[in-house]
C-alpha cells in the first residue's frame, strides 16, 4: 500500500511539473498585448498585467504539488488565464456554470482544457464562439465539463488527440490522482466537449485530507 502511495505521488508530481510548463507563445503574445494597451488603452493593459501576474503565480505555485486541490482554487486559476485571452480576442466568450465547486482535482487540469478550446476550437471560427466551464455532481461522481461551439474534429484519428495539448497529460493525473476520467466528445463543425469525472469517495476523501 505504501509502495502504490509512492509511487502515485511520484506520478502526479511528475505529470504537475509537465503541466506547469507556460507556453512561450502564450507569454510573448500577452506582452505584446500588453505593449500595445499600454498605449492605447492604459487601464485594460493595468487589468491585463494583473490577471497575467496571477496566472503565472498560480502555474508557478502549483509546479511542485502532487496532490489535489479544490475545484474552486482551479477555477480560480482558470478566471485569470481566460480574462486575458478575453481580452485579446473580445468576441469570444467564456461562461462559467458551476453548480458546484466542493470536490478535489489534480491541479492545472481545467485551465489547459480551456486553453484547448480556444486554441483548437473557437479560434478556427471566423469571428465569436463561446467556452462553457460547468461543473456538478451526480449520484457517484463529480464533473467538470469544458465545452465550445468551435470547428469540432474527428475523434476517431488518433493523430487528433496528440494536437490538443496535454490531454494524455490531465488524463493520466485524473486516473492516478483522483481515480478518475477524462472523456473526449468531438464532431466536425459541432464543437468539442472534455468531461473530467472524479468518484465522490475520492474527491470528498482528498478534500476531508486536504482540510485536515
Known amino acids: 500500500m505504501r509502495t502504490e502511495r509512492l509511487e502515485r505521488e511520484l506520478e502526479g508530481s511528475k505529470a504537475a511539473l509537465a ?8 507569454i ?6 500588453i505593449e500595445q494597451l499600454c498605449r492605447e488603452e492604459p487601464d485594460t493593459a493595468c487589468r491585463l498585467v494583473r490577471n497575467f501576474s496571477l496566472y503565472l503565480r498560480g502555474n508557478l505555485s502549483e509546479m511542485d504539488n502532487p496532490a489535489p486541490i479544490s475545484l474552486s482554487r482551479e477555477i480560480e486559476h482558470t478566471r485569470h488565464y481566460a480574462e486575458i485571452e478575453h ?3 473580445p468576441d ?12 478535489m482535482l489534480p491541479a492545472l487540469s481545467v485551465q489547459p482544457l ?3 478550446a480556444i486554441k483548437h ?7 465569436g464562439g463561446t467556452v462553457t466551464v460547468s461543473a456538478y455532481e451526480t449520484e457517484k461522481a463529480y464533473c467538470v465539463c469544458v465545452a465550445d461551439d468551435g470547428v469540432g474534429f474527428d475523434t476517431s484519428l488518433p493523430q487528433n488527440e496528440r494536437r490538443h495539448v496535454g490531454i ?4 493520466r ?8 476520467t477524462l472523456t473526449i466528445k468531438s464532431a466536425p463543425g459541432k464543437g468539442t466537449a472534455a468531461t473530467i469525472t472524479i468518484p465522490k469517495e475520492r474527491g470528498e476523501e482528498h478534500g476531508r485530507h486536504h482540510s485536515g
Open 121 to 127: 476550437g473557437i479560434s478556427g471560427l471566423e469571428t
Open 173 to 180: 493525473r485524473v486516473e492516478v490522482m483522483c481515480g478518475g
Open 19 to 26: 503541466l506547469s510548463q507556460i507556453q512561450p507563445h502564450f
Open 87 to 89: 481580452i485579446r480576442f
Open 168 to 171: 494524455r497529460n490531465i488524463r
Open 114 to 116: 480551456v486553453e484547448n
Open 92 to 103: 469570444m466568450e467564456i461562461r462559467f456554470a458551476l453548480q458546484t465547486d466542493d470536490f
Open 28 to 33: 510573448y503574445n500577452t506582452l505584446g498585448t
